[in-house]
């Protein structure tokens, strides 16, 4: 069904490890023990589970198991190396290479270590120091590589390609399920797989924001919100269209111009230098100024890339800074219990002076409505 051809991408591993040195450097740290999954994949191409990557001033070192050494040898760039724990559990190996490599001060990501692990690295590596080091490697994956940024491209067009091929098959007698059934289908079809389980709420069940799918059909409201995103060659994509079936309610159509309208002046904002929460506010007062703004109880955005939510936050306390190569949503929405919700998102890529929308679909106020015949 794609017709996007297969791409076969160089990722700049080298760069990115220099940029973690010189990170480390600054703190006075030997020695870096990545533990977080997308953060290994993205320093060197290696997706597989319970693995650790050293990063010291030279070397990068993958410590894995048997069951992955097939898998790090094909995917790893030259400038890593592997090493297999054999009968050692990770932080016994770990151990024993920063005492190899003479490391004395080693960075820890706290978000990714349990307390299990920490307690027990610290125990075996005795008097070296760990330091925690924040979020190292997520404030770098911020600022997308230009591969980066044709994979979230091809992402964001398989969601909207699926949202198209869903929509023409809709009848009234189908479920939520059914429609987050189809979606996955599409996605797994398109050679992709969906990036979170896809929200399908219709009628008063749109005011939950984060509803999840149900045996409800959807002819039985006139609001049917859909968020979805296509996870593609580990990149995803999130984008939400709310749609109305049959009738037209001129109180969904005030809604639906207040959200729209809300969501287009703060993509008019993005540009490189404002700051995240100066999106946030604009979209926000929109909102408040036409009486909706405690309707709208979320932040307006998140980053998105290897993850589906990750930095930059969109949100009135976020203390992010808008750069040039960032992709994020800007997903404006109001609830109002008893009555429905609509949201709109959109996955957005920063330019050199503007923002352009990756996920193009159509969410002009005609275009939502559909016409469910039966
Ligand atoms: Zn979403
Ligand atoms: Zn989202």
Redesign the pocket.
Known sequence: MTDDPIIIMEFDHQSRLRKVRKRLSRRGLDGFLVAGKKNIYYLCGFSGEDSWLLVTAERAILITDFRFQEQAAASLPPECEVSLRTRKSLNAKAAELCREHSLKKIGFEERHLSYGEFYRLKKSLRSRELMPVGELVEELRMIKYPEEIDLLRRSARMTTRVLSLVMKGLTPSLTELDVAGRINIALLRDGGRSAFSPIVATGLRSSQPHAVASHHSIGGGNVLLI?M?AESEAYNS???RTFILGDFPRKFKTIYRAVLGAQKKAIRLIRPGVTASSIDGVARRYLEERGYGSYFGHSLGHGVGLEVHERPVISSRSRDVIKKGMVF?V?PGVYIPGWGGIRI?DTVMVTEDECEILTEYPKDLESMVQKMKG
């Open positions: 968020d995103g999130d984008m939400t949503t997903e998102e």
